[in-house]
């Protein structure tokens, strides 16, 4: 789906404190992944909690358009027949990505290793996204790629049949990048090696070895790791269904609003802790926050916990480490907002990805900050905001550039500063979060969160 058209504006304004229970959505990134893996091994897997958000279901029609069979069963529970790893078909037309890059770059992995072209659009967000990034790596095992200018979607996939396994070392800390090459690498002729140096969420390797494929990662120096992957192995589905934990990232929306509404109690049952997904729970900890993480447990291979918040103390500036940045890249606008109501300086360094995700994250988040009376400093790939302990003034437009993170994030800030903030346009939450604003609402008591009059 795309967002072309009619944009509806939306509104928050000052919220009491927010109280309950909210069951988070599943995450994006495993949601994803199952979709793609259960269409890819050999029989049936049933995936409970899948997020249903327009991402993702583009990611299923994707699947079912290369031959996979892929089902909504009830509410959160899909089945996914998959096709056996080799036999993928072209689709008969090109593949609506709408606003997800991890569709598309995951994908491209996939067809890259297949006889079988494929070609992929989607809306104006993801149109301006870097591809150079898949292309060389998939290449150099075989694909061929036709693309728009500097390497932008609309773009045509031809897969080899007989794909080359490669060594590579990321230039970026990209998971997507890293799945990209292993997807592709699951019929390489040899061992596909990807290196990265700043570790990265590690769905697709968690998930592969649900559907019985061995991956090893060796630890080398400095915190880097070589992932190992033979290609050729049998993948089937598993006798287990997959559990979707809930989303870290869209976790973090309800936690920074409950933590700035002051008297909150607010628990988010059964969140994701991957610890390449948990930074921004550290940062608010570190930030004095009251957040206590209960019932730690692992579900289907990957830990989870329940997330205990109150709203009880004025948080406190933070230097975030620059090597937990690839833990949260997601969970910056978040951030930024719970730090322009701390107490005290927030600093943030090596954020260079946030320039290329949805929207340019770091200019649009400051374009809507500085509107909304905060004090700042950006550099090029660097945040710092200076907070005074007080609510910001709040009081803007804010545009959101096609970007659920930033819809969502000023939402949140609506709702603890002095004046009501706006945004110019509530469809993107649907791409990861589909019932945000209900949700908030519950907390809130009250519609704190509304359309614009
Ligand atoms: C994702 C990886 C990250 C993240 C995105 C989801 C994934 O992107 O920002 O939302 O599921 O692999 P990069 O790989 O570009 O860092």
Redesign the pocket.
């Known amino acids: 789906m795309t967002h072309a058209g009619e944009k509806t504006p939306f509104q928050s304004l000052k919220s009491g404190p927010l109280k309950g229970t909210a069951a988070i959505p599943g995450d ?2 495993t949601s ?1 992944r199952s979709l793609m893996l259960g269409g890819l091994a050999k029989g049936k897997t049933i995936v409970h909690g899948l997020l249903e958000g327009e991402d993702v279901l583009n990611t299923a029609a994707a699947m079912r358009a290369m031959g996979a069979k892929i089902e909504k069963l009830k509410d959160g529970i899909w089945s996914a027949e998959g096709v056996g790893l080799g036999n993928l078909k072209s689709p008969s037309q090109s593949m609506e990505m709408g606003n997800s ?2 569709s598309t770059r995951l994908l491209a992995g996939l067809v890259s290793g297949h006889p079988i072209t494929a070609s992929f659009h989607g809306d104006a967000s993801l149109t301006k996204r870097p591809m150079g990034r898949i292309i060389t790596p998939l290449e150099s095992m075989g694909a061929k790629f036709e693309t728009s200018e500097g390497g932008r979607l609309p773009m045509t996939v031809h897969g080899e049949a007989n794909p080359k396994s490669i060594t590579y070392k990321l230039p970026v ?5 890293k ?1 990209a090459i292993m997807l592709a690498g699951l019929r390489g002729d040899g061992v596909t090696t990807v290196i990265e140096t700043k570790p ?2 590690d ?1 697709t390797e968690n998930m592969l070895r649900h559907f019985g494929v061995k991956v090893d990662v060796e630890n080398l120096a400095d915190g880097a790791q070589a992932i190992h992957l033979k290609g050729g192995q049998d993948m089937v589905a598993g006798d287990k269904p997959i559990y979707v934990p809930s989303d870290p990232s869209s976790a973090a929306f309800p936690a920074v609003a409950a933590l700035i509404c002051e008297g909150s109690e607010v628990i988010l049952p059964r969140i994701g802790m991957n610890p390449r997904r948990n930074g921004i729970f550290l940062c608010l900890k570190e930030m004095g926050a009251d957040i206590t993480f209960e019932d730690e447990r692992t579900e289907a291979g990957e830990p989870v916990a329940d997330i205990y918040l109150r709203g009880t103390k004025t948080l406190q500036g933070i230097t975030v480490p620059e090597e937990r940045v690839p833990s949260m ?2 969970e910056f606008p978040a951030l930024f907002v719970a730090a322009s109501f701390a107490s005290g300086v927030t600093r943030c360094t090596g954020l260079e ?1 946030l320039r290329v ?1 949805e929207s340019d994250r770091l200019a649009v988040m400051v374009k809507g900050l500085e509107s909304c009376g905060v004090k700042l400093e950006m550099g090029q790939d660097s945040l710092t905001i200076y907070g005074n302990g007080q609510p910001p003034r709040g009081g803007a437009l804010i545009e959101t550039a096609l970007d659920h993170r930033i819809a969502m994030s000023f939402l949140v800030m609506g709702l603890a500063s002095e004046q009501a903030v706006t945004i110019d346009d509530i469809a993107p939450v649907a791409t990861s979060f589909p019932h945000f604003v209900d949700l908030m609402n519950r907390l809130s008591g009250s519609p704190s969160i509304k359309k614009a009059a």
């Open positions: 994006k990134s994803h890059g991890t800390a990209s998971a997507q990048v799945s990265t969420r769905h890249i997601d990805e995700k």
